[in-house]
């Protein structure tokens, strides 16, 4: 498995979201990807509405990706993860509670980085996980 972090912008008004993102979290990044090794992409996007599987293709200078070598679960657990909550909506206002923090994330409802970290690491609280937070936890971002 792979991990990918986008670090372009959307064109039109889309991409403010994108840029808010980076300049609250103080970092490149705005949402994340897990990649499995059939190519397959999943997560939770803003752009989609929701969790979903995508294949992707992947351009250098929009994307950083990397290999992910301390996953505490396999592959087919990660998959099997997205697949029981695909279709479910964009969490929104668990990201507006990275701002705002009387705001409640909705548990039935998932952003990106949030995904990976409750899947591939199962960590505690991965409503608090941004995709720049991840990174840094991760080593990908210093």
Known sequence: MKIAFYKGTVKGYKGLFSLAIRWWEG?????????????????????????????????????????????VA????????????????????????????????????HFCSETQAASIWKMKNPKTIGPNALARMKGFLK
Do not use: C
């Open 74 to 109: 396999t592959e087919r657990e990660v998959r099997q993860w997205y697949e029981a909550r695909e279709e479910r909506r964009y969490d929104y206002m668990g990201v507006l509670s990275f701002i705002v923090k009387f705001l409640t994330p909705d548990p039935m409802k």
């Open 27 to 71: 970092g490149p990044y705005s949402h994340t990807e897990v990649i499995f090794s059939d190519g397959m992409s999943a997560s939770s996007s803003f752009l989609d509405g929701g969790v979903r599987f995508k294949y992707i293709e992947y351009n250098p200078e929009r994307w950083d990706i990397f290999e992910i070598t301390d996953a």
